[in-house]
């Protein structure tokens, strides 16, 4: 499929401030350099308190599937083509979160599923076909061995949680009782331990739409919320300038190809209109000269 291909992360950590011609759309979608997963290894003691139960599978070497496996089991699921303004970056997404996903840390908690459905709506906004959409979602995360509706239903109940929350009773998660501040409190537990908690720009993303959600944007919620989290403010602020940047580069690819789109289809109309009028001239010229006879 021809067509645009990637913005490094590497340069939309850059000033936006460019001049763009349509020969270098391709260059304005993300190649998710930078967007790796970080994972380390992490301790499986659940705390009795948690309010629900999650099944780990922990991967061994000998069940492990290749990244070749996970992008073939997408394609055999997703057969349509995609455009490649999209397509290139799912392909580089799905890359980099299989080399997470099968790290032996691993471990998979509903502010990383809020974060990687924000960025997947975000990215395939304004996607040709809804439809496609979600058929798309649930191939993606099924080449991964997980499930596409617990990502959807935990990204909902989070987002709905969120929503409920102040600045105050977010920051104090701690001192309630509910599904989402249990597995809040998880988190800060397994963070709280050295090697036990795998970060990913999946997180930062997730945490800061918590945070959106509730209203609660301001920086020094988000300092006192990394805190209660035991997180890394210094990694939250990179990755969320990182995911910023994504956005406003998916932006402007999005509109270089909507503008290459109507350009194309205006010289096809000119060139049809221009076949008409050279078909009316003929004809009437053969109908002039056979008048003349």
Same mark, same amino acid.
Not at 43 to 61: D, E
Not at 75 to 100: C, G
Not at 212 to 232: G, I, S
């Given at each position: *499929? ?9 340069? $939309? ?18 190649? &998710? ?56 970056? %799912? !392909? ?7 080399? *997470? ?8 908690? +509903?502010? &990383?599923? %809020? ?6 709506? =975000? ?12 058929? $798309? ?6 080449? #991964?061995?997980?499930? +596409?509706? =617990? ?6 109940? @989070? ?11 977010? @920051? ?24 036990? &908690? ?11 739409? %918590? ?10 919620? #988000?300092?006192? #919320?990394? @805190? ?60 002039? !000269?056979?008048?003349? =006879?």
């Amino acid at each position: *499929m021809a067509g645009m291909a990637s913005v490094s992360f590497m340069s $939309i950590t850059q000033s936006s401030d460019r001049n763009f011609s349509i020969p270098s759309a391709r260059n304005h979608i993300c190649n &998710f350099d930078a967007f790796k997963f970080r994972s380390t290894k992490i301790s499986l003691n659940f705390p009795a308190s948690s309010p629900r139960t999650v099944v780990h599978c922990m991967s061994t070497a000998t069940d492990v599937p290749t990244v070749t496996d996970t992008k073939l089991n997408f394609l055999k699921a997703y057969k349509r083509p995609i455009p490649s303004i999209y397509n290139t970056v %799912l !392909q580089e997404l799905i890359v980099q979160q299989h080399l *997470m996903r099968y790290k032996r840390s691993y471990r998979y908690d +509903p502010v &990383f599923a %809020l974060g990687f459905v924000t960025v997947y709506d =975000q990215l395939m906004e304004g996607y040709p076909s809804d439809e496609d959409r979600g058929t $798309i979602f649930k191939a993606y995360i099924e080449a #991964l061995n997980e499930e +596409p509706d =617990q990502y959807r239903a935990d990204a909902r109940k @989070v987002e709905e949680w969120a929503r409920a929350q102040t600045a105050s009773t977010l @920051v104090d998660f701690a001192s309630r009782e509910g599904e989402i501040e249990g597995s809040l409190k998880d988190i800060a537990e397994r963070a709280g331990i050295k090697g036990s &908690f795998s970060y990913s720009r999946f997180f930062a993303v997730g945490l800061f739409r %918590l945070l959106e959600l509730a209203n609660a944007t301001e920086p020094t919620v #988000l300092e006192k #919320l990394c @805190v209660a989290l035991c997180v890394d403010k210094k990694s939250i602020d990179r990755d969320l300038d990182v995911y910023r940047n994504l956005l406003s580069k998916l932006v402007q690819a999005k509109e270089l190809l909507n503008e290459y789109v109507y350009r194309e289809k205006k010289k096809r109309e000119e060139r049809v209109e221009s076949q008409k009028a050279i078909e009316a001239v003929t004809k009437c010229s053969g109908e002039y !000269q056979y008048s003349g =006879q």
